[in-house]
């Protein structure tokens, strides 16, 4: 056998030569399942990836007792309703414009806070300007789309509140909480509302407000896309944060906060209510492998409550990074039950296990790589781990789940962080907080 000197070799090594950080064995064939670093050579979950595509709510309703197959189906009725009066908001401004079609909104990056709560920037002409921009993409329903080039001003009359698709074809991304979608934006209202009294932002935060109530699953999830668009879209989804943020958001408002002063008391109870459910869906959802908790899917059949995938590279996995941030989420909280405090503590300690060491991040002719490194200092998580075994996966776009992230990244462009340093905070400063938390109460 040849010695494995190059910097490609050791790339390939990676997955196999990595520290264990409960006994500093530096094998992969040392490595137990679920007992400090996984070994990330030995998948058995590898080859083409499984979609559910039997995701149509409305045709696996008979899968419920009676009482919660009549309020899926009021869900169900109330989103089409909302689907139906975007589209004829939108027609009517075609029409009255005398236009052939409607025109597609400028495409943009993720909508991101341009300043804290209480900030001076709200109160100056650049919020202005913006919020009226924001204003006039709130959809019928009361969501915002994502991609939105905000830069070129207001929307149009007879102009698409998406552009996610082209003008004719099925709305995409109408309504949503992908990419801080609406719960960013709600934000942003509510500072401005507090900087200026604007009451154009206090209607437009209440209306915002009501969409995200509405969008709630009676099982208390959410989807990523409201009114429903079918397909991966309708799964309750923590992927890229949309549910935590949600919760979030609400929480936020549960805990009187200035910037809300002008909610009703019927509104917080009705927010208190979709926390609740929220929390319960959370709790539902935390993944057990033989009995013990462990941590959350990025994705969940809406019906069934199980971990399933979304696009080909999200398969039904144990997801790190959004996990980690509604670990986050939830040690933030205050209060806790016990059975948060149950969930969190069986986070904490799966995520413990699941650290990556001995590896470093590096370039490999342009594309990063991952090499074995026993002398690096960082610690790791992978973003997908097996459901079962907990051990790191890697889907690539192909569709194949490949055991290490060299033979996904030889075949596949990368799109995702595959590996993460992120949950370290969360596992270090956070439960710290959490831990002084729980002390006090």
């Known amino acids: 056998m040849r010695p494995l000197n190059s910097l490609k070799s050791q790339t390939l090594m990676a997955g196999m030569l990595l520290s264990c950080g409960l006994c500093g064995c530096s094998t992969a064939q040392e490595l ?99 919020t009226d921009t924001i204003l006039s993409y709130q959809t019928p329903a009361g969501g915002w789309s994502k991609h939105t080039g905000y830069s070129s001003g207001p929307r149009k009359q007879g102009m698409q509140w998406t552009s996610q698709n082209t003008p004719g074809q099925s709305p995409h991304y109408l309504g ?46 959410w989807p990523q896309v409201y009114p429903l668009e079918g397909g991966y879209h309708d799964q309750i989804t923590f992927n890229d944060d949309a549910m935590t943020r949600i919760l979030g958001l609400l929480h936020d408002i549960e805990s009187n906060k200035p910037y809300y002063a002008f909610l009703t008391e019927s509104q917080r109870a009705k927010v208190s209510e979709a926390l609740n459910q929220g929390m319960d869906c959370v709790l539902k959802t935390q993944v057990e492998q033989n009995g013990i908790k462990t941590v959350w899917c990025a994705q969940y059949d809406p019906i069934t409550l ?30 806790p039950t016990p059975s948060i405090t149950l969930a969190i503590e069986s986070g904490l300690s799966w995520f413990e296990k699941a650290k990556i060491t001995g590896l470093m991040k590096t370039e490999v002719e342009g594309k990063t790589s991952y090499v074995a490194n026993p002398n690096s200092t ?17 889907p690539g776009r192909d569709g194949v789940l490949y055991d290490t992230f060299a033979a996904m990244a030889a075949k596949n462009k990368l799109g995702y962080d595959y590996y993460s340093t992120r949950p370290g905070s969360m596992l270090n400063s956070g439960q710290k907080k959490w831990r002084k938390l729980l002390a006090k109460s």
């Open 378 to 394: 960082e610690v790791y998580w992978a973003r997908f781990y097996d459901l079962n075994s907990s051990k790191p996966i890697f």
């Open 176 to 221: 949503t909480f992908d990419n801080r979608s609406t719960t960013e934006q709600l934000y942003f209202f509510a500072y401005v509302w507090q900087a200026t009294g604007r009451e154009d932002c206090k209607v437009a935060f209440g209306k915002g407000l009501d969409y995200v109530l509405a969008a709630q699953y009676p099982n208390g999830g």
């Open 306 to 335: 199980k971990p399933n995938a979304a696009r080909l590279m999200e398969p039904a996995t144990l997801s790190g990074t959004e996990s980690s941030r509604l670990l986050e989420f939830l040690m933030s909280m205050g209060k």
């Open 32 to 130: 137990q399942p679920n007992a400090g670093t996984q070994n990330i050579g030995e998948v058995p979950t590898v080859g083409k990836v499984k979609v559910d595509t039997s995701s149509d709510i409305s045709s696996r309703l008979n899968l419920l007792p009676a009482a919660e197959k009549l309020k899926w189906q009021s869900y169900i009725e109330r989103s089409q309703a909302a689907a139906r009066a975007d589209q004829a908001a939108l027609d009517k401004e075609v029409a009255a414009n005398g236009m052939k079609s409607a025109l597609q909104a400028p495409d943009g990056g993720d909508f991101k806070l341009p300043a804290d709560a209480g900030d001076v920037w709200y109160k100056g002409e650049e919020a202005k300007q913006l």
